[in-house]
């Protein structure tokens, strides 16, 4: 019930496509979802976040996308750059908000092809 | 913004001697961190909850007595493997905040190598 489910495991993606990740959780005590961006040998990122009573945030390229009732949530990063080549974790707080306790999906590895 | 850095950034230690790893908040008070660890290739675990003059809060399955954590101010708390071995061989990231409103940030990680 504390788990948090992350695929794709591996993404390949052209320049300028959009990268779609998805997420999905058991436990409606979970109250935050961030995203984050690793780089090797780099700590994690934070990329963009949502509230539960959202059901879409959208900032520049990244958007997460909500759903209450389904308990899943999704990241799409518009106009692919190589740049964006990284691992990508979806994650979900239990308790109110942001406690910064996080548990993380299993990870997606992106490539973004020139 | 905030900024949280990690000492040191890797580490190689013998089989059996201890080693600590830092994790200081630069530019404010921290009174939560957290610790996690992270496998190669595989997601990161959280491992304890370190707060400001408490004991720590282990998670479930993490050793207290090999992780000793130690959160002696508001802007550093130190992580120690205590006996280490091969098997502890993994990338230590930390992470502080101010609390709800106001976010939390990784470190940049340690890579800790047991021979």
């Known amino acids: 019930q504390q788990q948090v489910k992350q695929s794709p495991q591996s993404l390949i993606v052209q320049k300028g496509g959009i990268s779609i990740i998805n997420c999905a959780y058991e436990?409606?005590?979970?109250?935050?979802f961030p995203w984050y961006q690793q780089f090797p040998g780099k700590g994690p990122a934070l990329l963009i976040a949502?509230?539960?009573?959202?059901s879409e945030k959208k900032e520049g390229r990244f958007t997460i996308s909500f759903n209450k009732s389904a308990k899943q949530f999704s990241l799409h990063i518009m106009d692919s750059q190589p740049g964006d080549s990284a691992t990508y974790f979806c994650?979900?707080?239990?308790?109110?908000?942001?406690?910064?306790?996080?548990?993380f999906g299993q990870g997606t590895t992106l490539q973004v092809k020139p | 913004g905030a900024v949280v850095s990690q000492h040191p950034s890797w580490v190689i230690c013998k089989s059996g001697t201890s080693v600590k790893i830092e994790c200081r908040s630069l530019?404010?008070?921290?009174?939560?961190m957290f610790w996690y660890r992270q496998f190669p290739k595989q997601s990161l675990m959280l491992m304890a909850t370190?707060?400001?003059?408490?004991?720590?809060?282990?998670e479930q399955g993490v050793e207290k007595d090999k992780f000793l954590i130690n959160h002696a101010s508001l802007t550093l708390s130190t992580l120690t493997v205590t006996s280490a071995h091969p098997e502890d061989s993994s990338f230590y990231i930390c992470?502080?905040?101010?609390?709800?409103?106001?976010?939390?940030?990784f470190g940049s990680g340690t890579r800790l190598t047991v021979v």
């Open positions: 370190s707060n400001e003059g408490s004991k720590a809060t282990y």
């Open positions: 436990n409606t005590a979970f109250d935050y």
């Open positions: 994650a979900a707080s239990p308790g109110s908000g942001n406690t910064g306790k996080l548990i």
């Open positions: 530019d404010f008070q921290a009174t939560t």
């Open positions: 992470s502080a905040g101010q609390g709800e409103g106001y976010g939390y940030t």
């Open positions: 949502i509230r539960p009573d959202v």
